[in-house]
């Protein structure tokens, strides 16, 4: 291999680094608007870290150009409550063409934003629904509290499977 050749990999290699963000190589992704302070990650990358930490996971589905999206998406970046369940959790947000296509991510419709719940294993954690919402969009949350109280159900839910698995 020559020179030119060798210089063009070098080349290839520095706008590779330089021009794509850290966060395509799998760990942490952008936050989309949703906070800064909590540690996001790939819906790919979240299952695997959910099945070797043990933890449940949040999938938080929205779209940059959805009205509904960026009025919850300042409350929950700021809200302090979330934050802090969220060590329980292993945090996953995708926006726009990040949508996963599988239909059990839209298992009441594709509407958003859309807010799920899966076990460490990957599965949808279909009774964990916004109950103070509308019962035709289950996973629809327009609001931090009813987050808040959903994310408390799965840490509870977590807590009484793990004691199952040691009895």
Same mark, same amino acid.
């Given at each position: ?14 706008t590779?680094?330089?021009? /794509?963000?850290? %966060?395509?190589y799998?760990? %942490?992704?952008?936050?989309?608007g949703?906070?800064?302070?909590y ?6 990358d ?10 449940p ?16 998406k ?23 063409? %990040? =949508?996963p ?5 839209a ?5 958003i934003?859309r ?5 460490? =294993?990957? %599965?949808?954690? =279909?009774?964990?629904t916004n109950e103070?919402?509308?019962?035709? /969009?289950k996973? /629809? /949350?327009?609001?931090?509290?009813d ?18 698995? =040691?009895?």
């Amino acid at each position: 291999m020559g020179l030119p050749y060798q210089l063009a990999a070098i080349l290839i290699t520095f706008t590779a680094l330089t021009f /794509y963000p850290f %966060e395509t190589y799998g760990t %942490e992704v952008a936050d989309n608007g949703l906070g800064t302070n909590y540690s996001w990650h790939s819906l790919e990358d979240g299952i695997l870290k959910a099945k070797t930490s043990r933890k449940p996971l949040m999938l938080v589905i929205h779209k940059s150009w959805c009205g509904a999206c960026k009025a919850l998406k300042p409350e929950f970046a700021a809200s302090k409550g979330i934050k802090a369940l969220s060590s329980h959790f292993i945090m996953v947000n995708t926006m726009d063409n %990040e =949508e996963p296509s599988d239909k059990k991510y839209a298992p009441d419709g594709g509407y958003i934003p859309r807010i799920l719940f899966l076990s460490p =294993e990957g %599965e949808i954690l =279909e009774d964990v629904t916004n109950e103070g919402g509308n019962p035709s /969009y289950k996973y /629809y /949350y327009f609001n931090v509290n009813d987050i808040i109280s959903s994310m408390k159900k799965v840490i509870d839910l977590h807590k009484s499977n793990d004691v199952q698995d =040691e009895l």
